[in-house]
């Protein structure tokens, strides 16, 4: 199963690297809010902006930012194959293709070829993650102009790999995979990632915060703690090295001007970790398709529960997010193989679910 997720994820990575988007087209308002948009080649991300959201597509690098057109939307998911998105309303309505449930305000380009990963926006402002680039790109969101590039510095022979991005206070936090494409198109990591610091208030590059996990490609922040997250690697062989690990770091503490003080703190390693969610006491992580329940009101994590929403016949399986609802109290997850998102009690009982189009990778709780 992990070998045939490996081919998978590579496939992609080279798709990526094989790319050349055109440039997006010239900014400027949908004045129809009829009209029926398009979205980008290969729509990687979705994040919260005004009363609307951005989406970000990695094969044509372009932003498209949105409003809601419709009160009653609840989420917003997309699809990286169908080039889609799907809604799901506060009552219950699920509908495949819902691109009539908000406006095309505006779209830009982040750059040819870019390939842009994730965002996450600070007032007006995008910040993206370029992934082949080892880039973070700055764009203003109201008139789509860009405002900088900063480079993430390779180490050696390793790109830094930009991935996972979240914001804190004064800083842009940003995880590194650091890898290199041998010649026989194998996938090469570093022994360990890194979390790049940037001071935004100051157009500043603080530089890096060593970590202990191998391929740290995601960044999660939850009262103050910072929650990095490494998938880990395979050997040869395509056996998984056993290396996953979240690691964690007390921002309120924690001198970012300064990275190379930064110390972290193991938590949990050996499982392929993608996505985190921490609920009271409790966290929610992921193995490939399982969703993992762990109790954390000790001084360690200790599993209490699993739930596997990998199809039966899955030759693979991957959860591509997992989000909480306040407003529900229910995790929503997708689940890569079988295109479905699945609605989920804090006690893992799977509640409902929904096909979606091909290839959902990112969902936008709106509340």
Known sequence: MNKLFNLFSIFFILLSIFSCADPAAEIGDNTNPDDLYELGQAPNDIVKYNNGYVIISSMSSIAQVFTYKESSIFLTLINQGSETT?????????????????????????????????????????????????????????????????????????????????????YILVACSFYFIGNDYSVNYRDKGKVF??????????????????????????????YIISSGSYDSNWAYENNGNIESIDLSSADLSIPLSITTTNIISGIEFRVLQIVGTNAYTNDNGKILKYDISGATWTKSGEVDLAPSDAAFSYISALNYS??????????????????????????????????????LINE
Do not use: C
């Open 86 to 170: 799907s809604t799901l309303s506060s009552d219950g309505m699920w509908r495949v293709d819902g691109r009539t449930t908000a406006k095309l305000v505006r779209e830009f380009s982040l750059g040819q070829g870019v390939n842009p990963y994730k965002a996450t926006v600070v007032g007006d402002n995008l910040y993206t993650t370029a992934l082949e680039d080892d880039k973070l790109l700055i764009h203003n969101l109201t008139n789509g102009n860009k405002i900088d590039e900063v480079d993430i510095p390779k180490d050696g022979q390793y790109n830094s790999k930009p991935s996972g991005i979240v914001n804190y206070g004064d």
């Open 197 to 226: 610091v940037y001071d935004y208030v100051n157009s500043q590059p603080k530089g890096y915060i060593d970590v202990n996990g191998k391929n740290t490609n995601a960044l999660y922040i939850k009262n103050d703690i910072l």
């Open 326 to 363: 306040s407003t529900k109290n229910k995790l929503y997850a997708i689940e890569g193989n079988s295109m479905k998102l699945y609605t989920v009690g804090l006690d893992l009982g799977l509640e409902s679910n929904y096909i979606t189009g091909q290839y959902p990778t990112a969902l």
